[in-house]
């Protein structure tokens, strides 16, 4: 079955919608806060040089989601759908490539949106995978918290190595609700 890498995923905080060039302007100005970017393996993308190859890497890639707050329709950050793999009977995608403006910090926002995304995922491929930096213990802790688990590592799109972790279909993560903001 092909992956749908593009859909438009609706929650109670957050709705997932495709990217497109005219969202440079409003998700570069949650990308130019360094901090978002401290524990992250490319430590400038802040940098509009920087963020403007990450955006085009995003576009081309056919996979990349912007996030928008429900209540405000505001652009908070992206994420994107990358490497759907088949083996046999098993198969895989990856989620990745995801940040949010520090307002929306505290996982409510992010578990919302990885859980629209695995159930999305989940239609086609029996794992998920997210690759993050040894450096970036806040997103390890994140995932740890939803219930993936560290795997091993490989390399990243970048040629360096990443943790991997993972959420089996047959395993459902603790993601909770829509309707609840824990």
């Known amino acids: 079955m092909n992956f749908e890498y593009q859909p438009t995923l609706k929650g109670r905080l957050v709705e997932l919608r495709p990217l497109r ?18 524990q992250h393996p490319v430590k400038n993308r802040h940098e509009a040089e920087e963020f403007q190859e990450f955006f085009r890497e995003a576009l081309a ?6 996030a928008i707050d429900t209540e405000s ?17 098993e198969s895989e995608v990856e ?7 520090r307002s929306h910090w505290g996982g409510a926002y992010n578990a919302e949106m990885k859980r629209l995304m695995m159930r999305h995922a989940f239609k086609y491929a029996q794992a998920v995978v997210f690759l993050v930096g040894p450096q970036n213990l806040r997103s ?19 040629g360096r190595d990443s943790y991997v972790y993972q959420i089996r279909k047959s395993s459902p993560p603790r993601l909770g609700s829509s309707r609840s903001p824990s």
Do not use: C, M
């Open 21 to 38: 060039p005219s969202d440079f302007d409003t998700l570069y100005a949650v990308a130019a806060d360094p901090l978002i970017w401290e």
């Open 61 to 66: 890639s056919g996979g990349t989601l912007v």
């Open 73 to 89: 329709g505001q652009v908070i950050g992206s994420s994107r759908f990358h490497n759907h793999r088949e083996s046999g009977s």
């Open 95 to 101: 989620i990745g490539w995801t940040f949010l403006a």
């Open 140 to 158: 390890q802790r994140a995932l740890e918290k939803i219930g993936a688990v560290r795997i091993g590592t490989r390399p990243d799109g970048g």
